[in-house]
Protein backbone atom coordinates (compact mmCIF):
# COMPACT_ATOMS: atom_id res chain seq x y z
CA UNK A 1 0.00 0.00 0.00
CA UNK A 2 1.08 3.66 -0.86
CA UNK A 3 -0.47 5.32 2.18
CA UNK A 4 0.50 4.45 5.79
CA UNK A 5 -2.91 2.81 7.32
CA UNK A 6 -4.35 4.98 10.39
CA UNK A 7 -3.80 2.57 13.16
CA UNK A 8 -6.12 1.97 15.85
CA UNK A 9 -4.43 2.72 19.87
CA UNK A 10 -4.65 -0.47 21.50
CA UNK A 11 -7.58 -0.76 24.06
CA UNK A 12 -9.77 1.94 21.98
CA UNK A 13 -12.75 1.46 20.64
CA UNK A 14 -13.22 4.16 17.36
CA UNK A 15 -16.14 5.42 19.03
CA UNK A 16 -13.68 6.55 22.09
CA UNK A 17 -11.13 8.09 19.64
CA UNK A 18 -13.64 10.25 17.90
CA UNK A 19 -14.69 11.57 20.97
CA UNK A 20 -11.25 12.62 22.40
CA UNK A 21 -10.55 13.83 18.64
CA UNK A 22 -13.72 16.37 19.35
CA UNK A 23 -12.70 17.08 22.99
CA UNK A 24 -9.50 18.23 21.85
CA UNK A 25 -10.75 20.07 18.86
CA UNK A 26 -13.56 21.90 20.92
CA UNK A 27 -11.08 22.88 23.58
CA UNK A 28 -8.44 24.39 21.16
CA UNK A 29 -12.01 26.37 19.43
CA UNK A 30 -12.43 27.04 23.54
CA UNK A 31 -9.20 28.93 23.70
CA UNK A 32 -9.14 30.88 20.70
CA UNK A 33 -12.30 31.99 21.95
CA UNK A 34 -11.27 32.86 24.85
CA UNK A 35 -8.57 34.59 23.54
CA UNK A 36 -10.58 36.70 20.69
CA UNK A 37 -12.63 38.15 23.90
CA UNK A 38 -9.33 39.06 25.84
CA UNK A 39 -8.19 40.59 23.05
CA UNK A 40 -11.26 42.58 22.41
CA UNK A 41 -11.30 43.07 25.74
CA UNK A 42 -8.22 44.73 25.74
CA UNK A 43 -8.41 46.78 22.85
CA UNK A 44 -11.73 48.25 24.10
CA UNK A 45 -9.60 48.76 27.54
CA UNK A 46 -6.95 50.65 25.49
CA UNK A 47 -9.47 52.58 23.91
CA UNK A 48 -11.66 53.49 27.05
CA UNK A 49 -8.17 54.71 28.31
CA UNK A 50 -7.71 57.07 25.54
CA UNK A 51 -10.98 58.62 25.92
CA UNK A 52 -10.46 59.21 29.45
CA UNK A 53 -7.10 60.66 29.14
CA UNK A 54 -8.83 62.78 26.11
CA UNK A 55 -11.86 63.65 28.53
CA UNK A 56 -9.32 64.45 30.93
CA UNK A 57 -7.38 66.68 29.26
CA UNK A 58 -9.84 68.90 28.04
CA UNK A 59 -11.08 69.05 31.77
CA UNK A 60 -7.55 70.26 32.50
CA UNK A 61 -7.86 72.92 29.53
CA UNK A 62 -11.34 74.29 31.09
CA UNK A 63 -9.37 74.85 34.55
CA UNK A 64 -9.97 79.20 35.11
CA UNK A 65 -6.94 81.44 34.01
CA UNK A 66 -5.62 84.88 35.06
CA UNK A 67 -4.09 87.03 32.63
CA UNK A 68 -2.39 89.97 32.96
CA UNK A 69 -1.45 92.94 30.02
CA UNK A 70 1.76 94.81 30.89
CA UNK A 71 2.95 98.02 28.81
CA UNK A 72 6.58 97.01 27.50
CA UNK A 73 7.21 101.06 27.68
CA UNK A 74 7.33 101.13 31.39
CA UNK A 75 11.38 100.02 30.61
CA UNK A 76 12.24 103.02 28.55
CA UNK A 77 10.94 105.29 32.07
CA UNK A 78 14.14 103.33 33.81
CA UNK A 79 17.43 105.20 34.26
CA UNK A 80 19.79 102.52 33.90
CA UNK A 81 20.32 98.60 32.11
CA UNK A 82 20.32 97.96 35.97
CA UNK A 83 17.05 99.55 36.67
CA UNK A 84 15.38 98.14 33.61
CA UNK A 85 16.09 94.83 34.53
CA UNK A 86 15.15 94.98 38.13
CA UNK A 87 11.85 96.49 37.05
CA UNK A 88 10.71 93.43 35.23
CA UNK A 89 12.27 91.37 37.95
CA UNK A 90 9.60 92.94 40.38
CA UNK A 91 6.93 92.59 37.53
CA UNK A 92 7.94 88.68 37.28
CA UNK A 93 7.94 88.37 40.98
CA UNK A 94 4.29 89.55 41.46
CA UNK A 95 2.73 87.34 38.40
CA UNK A 96 4.38 84.19 40.35
CA UNK A 97 3.28 85.47 43.78
CA UNK A 98 -0.82 85.55 42.51
CA UNK A 99 -0.59 82.65 40.76
CA UNK A 100 -0.90 84.29 37.65
CA UNK A 101 -1.16 81.91 34.34
CA UNK A 102 -0.26 84.29 31.23
CA UNK A 103 1.49 87.56 30.94
CA UNK A 104 1.12 90.22 27.85
CA UNK A 105 3.78 92.66 27.13
CA UNK A 106 2.43 94.92 24.62
CA UNK A 107 3.39 97.96 22.85
CA UNK A 108 1.22 100.94 23.91
CA UNK A 109 2.87 103.62 21.81
CA UNK A 110 3.01 102.00 18.11
CA UNK A 111 5.27 102.77 15.27
CA UNK A 112 4.26 106.82 15.81
CA UNK A 113 8.35 107.27 17.19
CA UNK A 114 11.07 105.91 15.41
CA UNK A 115 12.30 102.99 17.86
CA UNK A 116 14.17 99.96 17.82
CA UNK A 117 13.16 96.67 16.94
CA UNK A 118 14.22 93.39 18.43
CA UNK A 119 13.28 89.60 17.70
CA UNK A 120 12.08 87.30 20.66
CA UNK A 121 11.74 83.59 20.17
CA UNK A 122 8.47 82.09 21.95
CA UNK A 123 6.20 78.87 21.60
CA UNK A 124 4.59 80.55 18.32
CA UNK A 125 8.30 81.61 16.72
CA UNK A 126 10.36 84.42 16.24
CA UNK A 127 8.50 87.87 17.38
CA UNK A 128 9.58 90.95 15.97
CA UNK A 129 8.77 93.93 18.35
CA UNK A 130 9.41 97.07 19.85
CA UNK A 131 12.79 96.67 22.01
CA UNK A 132 11.78 97.39 25.53
CA UNK A 133 9.35 94.66 25.26
CA UNK A 134 11.28 92.18 23.78
CA UNK A 135 13.39 93.13 26.71
CA UNK A 136 10.96 92.35 29.38
CA UNK A 137 9.13 89.44 28.16
CA UNK A 138 12.91 88.03 27.65
CA UNK A 139 13.44 88.62 30.78
CA UNK A 140 10.05 87.26 32.35
CA UNK A 141 10.80 84.59 30.11
CA UNK A 142 14.18 83.76 31.73
CA UNK A 143 12.85 84.06 35.73
CA UNK A 144 10.11 81.63 34.99
CA UNK A 145 12.36 79.07 33.10
CA UNK A 146 13.73 76.17 35.76
CA UNK A 147 17.67 77.31 36.27
CA UNK A 148 19.16 73.88 35.08
CA UNK A 149 17.31 74.75 31.72
CA UNK A 150 18.01 78.09 31.78
CA UNK A 151 21.36 77.44 29.56
CA UNK A 152 19.66 75.79 27.01
CA UNK A 153 17.46 78.36 26.39
CA UNK A 154 18.87 81.32 26.70
CA UNK A 155 22.18 82.16 25.34
CA UNK A 156 24.65 85.07 26.44
CA UNK A 157 22.72 88.11 25.72
CA UNK A 158 22.51 91.93 26.34
CA UNK A 159 19.03 91.58 28.11
CA UNK A 160 19.65 89.35 30.43
CA UNK A 161 23.29 90.77 31.19
CA UNK A 162 22.44 92.67 34.65
CA UNK A 163 19.67 89.22 35.64
CA UNK A 164 21.87 87.41 38.30
CA UNK A 165 21.25 90.45 40.36
CA UNK A 166 17.39 89.43 40.32
CA UNK A 167 15.87 87.89 43.31
CA UNK A 168 14.66 84.08 42.00
CA UNK A 169 11.10 83.61 41.88
CA UNK A 170 11.55 80.06 43.66
CA UNK A 171 8.01 78.73 41.91
CA UNK A 172 7.39 75.38 43.20
CA UNK A 173 8.16 73.70 39.60
CA UNK A 174 11.63 74.88 40.30
CA UNK A 175 12.55 71.73 41.47
CA UNK A 176 16.03 70.72 43.11
CA UNK A 177 17.65 67.75 42.36
CA UNK A 178 16.69 66.52 45.80
CA UNK A 179 12.84 67.31 45.26
CA UNK A 180 10.56 64.00 44.73
CA UNK A 181 7.79 65.79 42.44
CA UNK A 182 5.56 63.45 40.09
CA UNK A 183 6.06 66.23 37.36
CA UNK A 184 9.10 67.87 36.30
CA UNK A 185 10.35 70.80 33.48
CA UNK A 186 12.77 68.76 31.22
CA UNK A 187 14.24 69.53 27.49
CA UNK A 188 14.48 67.32 24.77
CA UNK A 189 17.68 65.86 24.18
CA UNK A 190 19.44 65.04 20.70
CA UNK A 191 19.95 61.63 22.06
CA UNK A 192 19.39 58.62 19.44
CA UNK A 193 16.79 56.78 20.34
CA UNK A 194 15.96 53.00 19.52
CA UNK A 195 12.66 52.22 16.87
CA UNK A 196 9.24 52.70 18.83
CA UNK A 197 11.11 54.47 21.86
CA UNK A 198 10.59 58.38 22.88
CA UNK A 199 13.00 61.31 23.17
CA UNK A 200 15.51 61.45 26.01
CA UNK A 201 14.51 64.13 28.61
CA UNK A 202 16.94 65.89 30.39
CA UNK A 203 14.70 66.89 34.17
CA UNK A 204 17.39 67.92 35.91
CA UNK A 205 18.54 64.94 37.51
CA UNK A 206 21.52 62.96 36.81
CA UNK A 207 20.31 61.03 34.28
CA UNK A 208 18.04 61.83 31.55
CA UNK A 209 14.36 59.63 31.36
CA UNK A 210 13.10 58.53 28.34
CA UNK A 211 9.37 59.16 27.40
CA UNK A 212 6.68 58.12 25.37
CA UNK A 213 6.62 60.64 22.76
CA UNK A 214 9.24 61.14 20.05
CA UNK A 215 9.73 64.97 19.56
CA UNK A 216 12.98 67.10 17.87
CA UNK A 217 15.27 68.11 20.67
CA UNK A 218 15.22 71.30 21.98
CA UNK A 219 11.71 71.70 23.04
CA UNK A 220 10.82 72.30 26.75
CA UNK A 221 8.22 69.84 27.89
CA UNK A 222 6.23 68.88 31.19
CA UNK A 223 6.90 65.28 32.34
CA UNK A 224 5.28 62.89 34.48
CA UNK A 225 7.74 60.67 36.49
CA UNK A 226 6.65 57.14 36.21
CA UNK A 227 7.32 55.05 38.88
CA UNK A 228 10.98 52.86 38.40
CA UNK A 229 10.44 49.03 38.96
CA UNK A 230 12.09 47.20 41.02
CA UNK A 231 15.81 46.98 40.09
CA UNK A 232 15.49 49.02 37.30
CA UNK A 233 17.83 51.75 36.60
CA UNK A 234 16.56 53.66 33.98
CA UNK A 235 13.93 56.73 34.55
CA UNK A 236 11.15 56.34 32.67
CA UNK A 237 8.08 59.65 32.39
CA UNK A 238 5.20 60.73 30.29
CA UNK A 239 5.16 64.10 28.05
CA UNK A 240 1.97 65.54 29.38
CA UNK A 241 0.10 69.13 28.63
CA UNK A 242 1.82 72.02 30.15
CA UNK A 243 -1.93 72.62 32.68
CA UNK A 244 -1.44 68.82 34.13
CA UNK A 245 0.24 69.55 36.95
CA UNK A 246 -1.90 72.18 38.48
CA UNK A 247 -4.84 70.44 37.39
CA UNK A 248 -4.00 67.34 39.02
CA UNK A 249 -2.07 68.68 42.19
CA UNK A 250 -3.27 72.12 42.74
CA UNK A 251 0.41 73.30 42.56
CA UNK A 252 1.25 76.68 40.77
CA UNK A 253 3.31 75.45 37.50
CA UNK A 254 4.33 78.95 36.30
CA UNK A 255 3.32 81.55 33.80
CA UNK A 256 3.24 81.80 29.62
CA UNK A 257 4.65 84.76 28.15
CA UNK A 258 3.53 86.48 25.23
CA UNK A 259 4.23 89.56 22.91
CA UNK A 260 1.04 91.92 22.03
CA UNK A 261 1.98 94.72 19.23
CA UNK A 262 -0.76 96.60 19.75
CA UNK A 263 -3.67 96.79 22.68
CA UNK A 264 -5.87 94.90 20.33
CA UNK A 265 -4.00 92.06 19.80
CA UNK A 266 -4.27 91.52 24.07
CA UNK A 267 -7.72 90.65 23.04
CA UNK A 268 -7.56 89.31 19.84
CA UNK A 269 -4.57 86.72 20.14
CA UNK A 270 -6.20 85.03 23.04
CA UNK A 271 -4.39 81.26 23.43
CA UNK A 272 -7.96 80.03 24.57
CA UNK A 273 -10.45 78.75 22.32
CA UNK A 274 -13.44 81.42 23.60
CA UNK A 275 -11.12 83.97 24.77
CA UNK A 276 -11.48 86.26 27.83
CA UNK A 277 -15.10 86.27 28.68
CA UNK A 278 -13.75 88.91 31.56
CA UNK A 279 -11.50 92.11 30.68
CA UNK A 280 -10.77 94.72 33.68
CA UNK A 281 -8.68 97.55 33.02
CA UNK A 282 -6.86 99.96 35.65
CA UNK A 283 -7.04 103.75 35.73
CA UNK A 284 -7.26 106.56 38.15
CA UNK A 285 -10.27 107.75 35.97
CA UNK A 286 -12.12 103.96 36.54
CA UNK A 287 -15.04 103.64 38.95
CA UNK A 288 -13.64 102.43 42.58
CA UNK A 289 -12.77 98.91 43.03
CA UNK A 290 -15.17 98.56 46.42
CA UNK A 291 -18.42 98.75 44.37
CA UNK A 292 -17.05 95.20 42.95
CA UNK A 293 -19.17 92.39 45.03
CA UNK A 294 -17.09 90.26 47.08
CA UNK A 295 -16.64 86.62 45.61
CA UNK A 296 -19.44 87.55 42.47
CA UNK A 297 -17.25 88.64 39.68
CA UNK A 298 -17.50 84.93 38.51
CA UNK A 299 -14.66 84.34 35.07
CA UNK A 300 -13.37 81.04 33.54
CA UNK A 301 -10.48 83.22 31.56
CA UNK A 302 -10.17 86.75 33.08
CA UNK A 303 -7.66 89.58 31.61
CA UNK A 304 -6.30 92.14 33.61
CA UNK A 305 -4.74 95.36 31.86
CA UNK A 306 -2.21 97.72 33.25
CA UNK A 307 -1.54 101.02 31.61
CA UNK A 308 2.02 102.41 31.03
CA UNK A 309 3.29 106.12 32.38
CA UNK A 310 0.18 108.11 30.59
CA UNK A 311 -2.54 105.10 31.33
CA UNK A 312 -4.56 103.20 28.94
CA UNK A 313 -5.79 106.01 27.11
CA UNK A 314 -2.48 106.54 25.42
CA UNK A 315 -2.29 102.85 24.33
CA UNK A 316 -5.69 103.23 22.69
CA UNK A 317 -5.24 106.40 21.17
CA UNK A 318 -2.00 104.83 19.53
CA UNK A 319 -3.99 101.51 18.17
CA UNK A 320 -4.93 102.47 14.69
CA UNK A 321 -7.83 99.18 14.62
CA UNK A 322 -9.96 100.25 17.94
CA UNK A 323 -12.57 102.53 17.14
CA UNK A 324 -13.69 103.20 21.02
CA UNK A 325 -13.86 106.57 22.15
CA UNK A 326 -13.69 105.49 26.01
CA UNK A 327 -10.99 102.89 27.61
CA UNK A 328 -14.10 102.03 29.79
CA UNK A 329 -15.86 100.29 26.68
CA UNK A 330 -13.31 97.92 25.98
CA UNK A 331 -13.49 96.30 29.18
CA UNK A 332 -15.94 94.16 31.44
CA UNK A 333 -14.97 96.70 34.63
CA UNK A 334 -12.92 99.65 34.33
CA UNK A 335 -11.97 100.02 37.80
CA UNK A 336 -9.55 102.48 40.25
CA UNK A 337 -7.96 100.26 42.57
CA UNK A 338 -6.84 102.62 44.94
CA UNK A 339 -8.88 105.62 45.45
CA UNK A 340 -7.88 109.00 47.13
CA UNK A 341 -4.40 108.00 46.89
CA UNK A 342 -1.22 109.97 48.17
CA UNK A 343 0.76 110.04 45.16
CA UNK A 344 -0.03 111.85 42.10
CA UNK A 345 1.10 108.72 40.14
CA UNK A 346 0.96 104.90 41.18
CA UNK A 347 4.25 103.03 39.35
CA UNK A 348 3.04 100.20 37.22
CA UNK A 349 4.90 97.20 39.44
CA UNK A 350 3.17 99.08 42.08
CA UNK A 351 -0.31 98.95 40.49
CA UNK A 352 -0.31 95.06 39.84
CA UNK A 353 0.42 94.02 43.44
CA UNK A 354 -2.33 96.53 44.45
CA UNK A 355 -5.00 95.42 42.00
CA UNK A 356 -4.22 91.82 42.74
CA UNK A 357 -4.35 91.72 45.90
CA UNK A 358 -7.70 93.67 45.66
CA UNK A 359 -9.13 91.32 43.43
CA UNK A 360 -8.44 87.97 45.05
CA UNK A 361 -11.36 88.97 47.56
CA UNK A 362 -13.51 89.67 44.56
CA UNK A 363 -13.16 87.65 41.56
CA UNK A 364 -14.37 83.94 41.67
CA UNK A 365 -13.06 81.47 39.39
CA UNK A 366 -15.82 79.02 38.18
CA UNK A 367 -13.47 75.89 38.04
CA UNK A 368 -11.10 76.98 40.44
CA UNK A 369 -7.77 74.27 40.50
CA UNK A 370 -7.89 72.48 43.47
CA UNK A 371 -5.66 73.65 47.02
CA UNK A 372 -2.43 71.60 47.01
CA UNK A 373 -1.63 69.38 49.96
CA UNK A 374 1.00 67.35 48.82
CA UNK A 375 4.64 66.79 49.12
CA UNK A 376 8.07 67.18 47.25
CA UNK A 377 8.30 70.67 45.78
CA UNK A 378 10.72 72.36 46.75
CA UNK A 379 11.06 74.21 50.36
CA UNK A 380 11.95 77.85 50.97
CA UNK A 381 14.15 77.40 53.90
CA UNK A 382 17.27 75.38 53.59
CA UNK A 383 17.94 75.25 57.38
CA UNK A 384 17.69 71.83 59.01
CA UNK A 385 14.10 71.00 60.59
CA UNK A 386 15.93 69.30 63.38
CA UNK A 387 17.48 71.41 66.54
CA UNK A 388 21.08 71.47 66.58
CA UNK A 389 22.64 69.34 69.69
CA UNK A 390 26.22 71.75 71.12
CA UNK A 391 28.60 69.94 72.88
CA UNK A 392 29.28 73.04 75.16
CA UNK A 393 26.61 72.79 78.42
CA UNK A 394 26.33 76.07 78.80
CA UNK A 395 24.73 76.43 74.78
CA UNK A 396 20.95 76.55 74.73
CA UNK A 397 20.21 72.92 73.27
CA UNK A 398 16.58 74.27 72.63
CA UNK A 399 17.37 77.06 69.67
CA UNK A 400 14.58 77.59 68.08
CA UNK A 401 15.21 78.19 63.90
CA UNK A 402 11.87 78.36 62.66
CA UNK A 403 11.88 82.01 62.52
CA UNK A 404 14.19 81.71 59.45
CA UNK A 405 12.00 79.76 58.01
Known amino acids: MSEQAVTKPAGKSWREINQERKALKRQRNEEKIIKREKRVALEREAETKVQEEIAREKKYAEISTVSIAIPGSILENAQSAELRTYLAGQIARAACVFCVDEVIVYDDVGDKLNTKKSKLDDADGAVVARKSCVQLARILQYLECPQYLRKHFFPLHKDLEFAGLLNP ?35 GLLQDISTDKLLNPGIRVTVRMLPTQEGG ?49 TSDKGTTIEELPDKEVRYNHALIVFGGLHGIEAALESDEQLKADEPSLLFNHYINVLPNQGSRTIRTEEAVLITMAGLRSKLKANNEPMVFTGTGIAQSSSFPTSKPEFSDSGTDNNLDLSRFD
Open 169 to 203: LDAPHHLRMSNDFQFREGITMNKKTKPGRGSQVNV
Open 233 to 281: KKLKGKIVSLTTPRAETGVYWGYTVRIANNLSQVFTQSPYKDGYDLTIG
